[in-house]
C-alpha cells in the first residue's frame, strides 16, 4: 500500500548516507547525519512523495540495496570492515596512505593501463593516481568454470577483464536460481560494489574461457579509486533515470549501462558522425545540442533535419539495421555526449530494441 511504498522509499536515503559517510569521514557521525538530513532532507521528502503519487512501483527497487541492507542488519559486528575502519579524512589523508607495489615490465604496465582507461570505474583518476593504481594491480589467471567471486560473500578486490571472458549470475530472490544477467568481456570491471558500499557481493562471477584478470585491493581502492567512482556512478545514473526510453531498465541494468559508458567532448561545429560512414557506436546527449543533416538529393547541400538535446540519443539505426550511417551529426554548441560501442549496445540495451524501432519514424521521411 501507499505507506509500506514510503517505507520502501527510505533504501536510497540510507544508500546516500553511507556513501557521503564514507566520502567525508566524520568523526562525529551522528552530528553530521542530522546536518546531513537538515540539509537533504526535505529534497528527499519531496522525491518520495512525487513517487507516491505518481503510483511509483518501489517493490521493483534495486536488489543489490535490499541485500546489501538486510546482510548488514543480520551480520552486525560480525562484519570484517566498519565504515569507520575504512574512513580517510582529516585523520587519515590521502597522501598518508603507502599502496602496494607488485613489480612488472613496462609491456604489463602498458596493457594494464590500456584497459583502464576502457573501464568506467577508472576514467575520473589523474596521471599520478593512475599510476598508483596500475603499480597496486595483481595479475590473476583463472580456468574455464572457476568462480572468481560468489553472491553474498565478502569482497576484497576488484577486477578488471584483461583477456576471456565470464558470466554474471545473480539470485534475486530467496530460494530462486541464480540467472545469467551479463557476459564480462575485455575492457570492463567488476566486483566494485563490494568494495564502495561496504557489502557482499551482489552477484556471482565465473569464468567463461581461460581468463586473465588484474585485481585492484580494497586499500588501494578506497583511498585512491573510490571517491571519484562514487561521483561518476551518481552523475550517470541520475542521468539516465531522466532519459525515457530508458525508464523500464530496472536500477541494477542502469548501474551496468552506466558503467559501460564512455564520455567524448566536442566544440561548436565539430562532426560527431558523417553521412555514409561505418556506424559502431551509440550516442546519448548529456550537455549541448546537436543538429541532424543530410543531403536530399545527390550533390546537393545538406539541410538541418533534426535537432538533438540533453536526454535525446542517436546512431542506433546504424546498430540496429546494419547500414551506414543516415545523416551528419554536428555539436551546434559545445557538446558532452556519452557512448555505448556496438558489443555494449546489444548486450545492454537489447531488450529496448523494440522501443527504439518504433522511433524509426522519425527518420523514414529522410531516408
Not at 104 to 118: C, F, G, H, N, S
Not at 251 to 275: H, Q, S
Amino acid at each position: 500500500d501507499r505507506y509500506q511504498r514510503r517505507v520502501h522509499g527510505v533504501n536510497p536515503l540510507f544508500e546516500k548516507i553511507i556513501v557521503d559517510l564514507l566520502a567525508k569521514k566524520p568523526r562525529d557521525v551522528v552530528s553530521f547525519v542530522q546536518e546531513w538530513l537538515r540539509i537533504n532532507g526535505d529534497k528527499f521528502r519531496q522525491d518520495t512523495g512525487r513517487e507516491d503519487s505518481e503510483g511509483s512501483d518501489q517493490e521493483q527497487d534495486d536488489y543489490i540495496d535490499e541485500q546489501q541492507l538486510e546482510q548488514k542488519r543480520k551480520e552486525g559486528q560480525k562484519q570484517r570492515n566498519s565504515v569507520s575502519a575504512e574512513a580517510y579524512g582529516m585523520w587519515n589523508k590521502k597522501s598518508d596512505f603507502k599502496a602496494r607495489v607488485i613489480p612488472k615490465t613496462d609491456a604489463q604496465k602498458k596493457k594494464i593501463r590500456e584497459r583502464l582507461e576502457q573501464a568506467f570505474m577508472f576514467s575520473a583518476l589523474d596521471e599520478q593516481e593512475t599510476e598508483t593504481v596500475i603499480l597496486a594491480m595483481e595479475e590473476k589467471k583463472y580456468s574455464p568454470g572457476e568462480w572468481v567471486i560468489n553472491q553474498g560473500e565478502d569482497g576484497d578486490n576488484l577486477y578488471v577483464v584483461d583477456q576471456g571472458t565470464l558470466k554474471c549470475f545473480k539470485r534475486f530472490s530467496k530460494g530462486e536460481e541464480p540467472k545469467l544477467v551479463k557476459t564480462y568481456q575485455p575492457g570492463e570491471s567488476f566486483g566494485e560494489l563490494a568494495l564502495l558500499y561496504n557489502a557482499p557481493r551482489a552477484a556471482s562471477i565465473q569464468a567463461e574461457a581461460k581468463c586473465v584478470l588484474f585485481a585492484l585491493d580494497r586499500e588501494t581502492f578506497n583511498h585512491i579509486v573510490k571517491d571519484s567512482a562514487v561521483r561518476k556512478r551518481e552523475q550517470y545514473e541520475n542521468f539516465l533515470k531522466g532519459v525515457e526510453i530508458l525508464d523500464q531498465m530496472d536500477p541494477y541494468e542502469r548501474t551496468k549501462l552506466g558503467d559501460a559508458l564512455k564520455e567524448c567532448r566536442y566544440k561548436k561545429g565539430d562532426y560527431v558522425v558523417r553521412e555514409g560512414e561505418t556506424g559502431n557506436t551509440f550516442f546519448l546527449v548529456v550537455e549541448g545540442q546537436a543538429t541532424a543533416t543530410k543531403s536530399m538529393k545527390q550533390g546537393s547541400s545538406a539541410e538541418n533535419v533534426y535537432d538533438y538535446h540533453p536526454g535525446d540519443y542517436f546512431g542506433e539505426l546504424a546498430l540496429l539495421k546494419n547500414i551506414p550511417r543516415q545523416a551528419n551529426i554536428v555539436a551546434k554548441t559545445d557538446l558532452l555526449l556519452v557512448s555505448l560501442d556496438r558489443q555494449s549496445f546489444k548486450r545492454l540495451l537489447g531488450p529496448l530494441e523494440n522501443i527504439l524501432q518504433r522511433n524509426f519514424k522519425r527518420y523514414e521521411k529522410y531516408m
